[in-house]
């Protein structure tokens, strides 16, 4: 410590000199950089860039939007895809003419009555068949008569357009000759959800649709699968104890964004 205190007594002179150098150098130097600047011209100085009116204006010409036409001016109907009537988009039935609709009902209703089992379900099927078939004799309406002939009795012309539902299955109709029997799920999954699909399908005897698995899709997602596939399984067509035990079958679903 001592010797610390020696040197610097001996030195101090130097010392102090040495920093007063350092200092004013130091100050020096920073004033020198101060003085330097990078010229920046002022904004407001810019030359002014100016946009004609006309050149801002948007004609139709001038807008390009994509649109999908496959949808457009679809009917929200069901159609054979085997109805060999004449087709117009005027003047036409979904359905066409079946003479034997009763006919077909009480086929139905016998097949069900000699295969129930026991002489009391026999007797509750065979009541149930009267009572329907006075229904169907006393039914007095006239619009609902005229309805149910516009429904189900059919027409000569076929509807010539897009439909929602296309169905293909030889030889066989919708239960009771009405359409809404082939069931339509086309506006059930919402927007965004515009495509076809296709549902291959088996029937049995009785008309029930006893399998449908999809088999082709043009734009579709899972909701449009599992409602093609859904809705086909509701369906129904006409008895037939003619038809093979499982008929194979087509039904095309169209769906429509909302």
């Known amino acids: 410590m001592n010797s610390f205190l020696n040197f610097f007594d001996r030195y101090k002179l130097g010392i102090v000199a040495a920093f007063a150098i350092f200092t004013g150098v130091f100050i020096y130097l920073q004033m020198d950089i101060y003085e330097q600047y990078f010229p920046i011209d002022p904004f407001a100085d810019q030359p002014e860039v100016r946009i004609e009116k006309d050149q801002l204006e ?21 159609r054979d895809r085997n109805d060999t009537r004449e087709r117009s988009q005027e003047n036409w039935d979904q359905n066409k003419s079946e003479k034997n609709v009763e006919q077909s009902v009480k ?5 069900l009555f000699e295969e129930a089992g026991g002489a009391a379900k026999r007797q509750a099927i065979s009541d149930e068949m009267v009572r329907r078939q006075k229904e169907r004799s006393t039914t007095g309406n006239n619009n609902n008569a005229k309805k149910e002939s516009s ?12 439909v929602m539902v296309d169905w293909a299955l030889k030889g066989r109709n919708p239960h009771q000759n009405d359409n809404y029997w082939v069931r339509n799920p086309g506006y059930t999954c919402g927007y965004g959800s515009a495509g076809t699909i296709t549902v291959h399908i088996k029937v049995n005897q009785n008309g029930d649709v006893i399998s449908a698995v999809p088999t082709a899709s043009g734009g579709s997602n899972q909701c449009m699968i599992e409602q093609a596939v859904a809705y ?25 964004s909302q």
């Open 232 to 256: 086909a399984k509701k369906s129904r067509f006409n008895y037939s104890g003619s038809a093979p035990v499982q008929q194979e079958g087509t039904i095309t679903y169209k769906f429509i």
């Open 151 to 162: 429904q189900k009795s059919g027409g000569s012309t076929a509807y010539a357009g897009n």
């Open 107 to 111: 086929d139905y209703e016998k097949k």
């Open 58 to 78: 948007i004609t139709p010409e001038d807008v390009m939007i994509e649109q999908n036409n496959s949808m457009d001016n679809v009917k929200n109907i069901a």
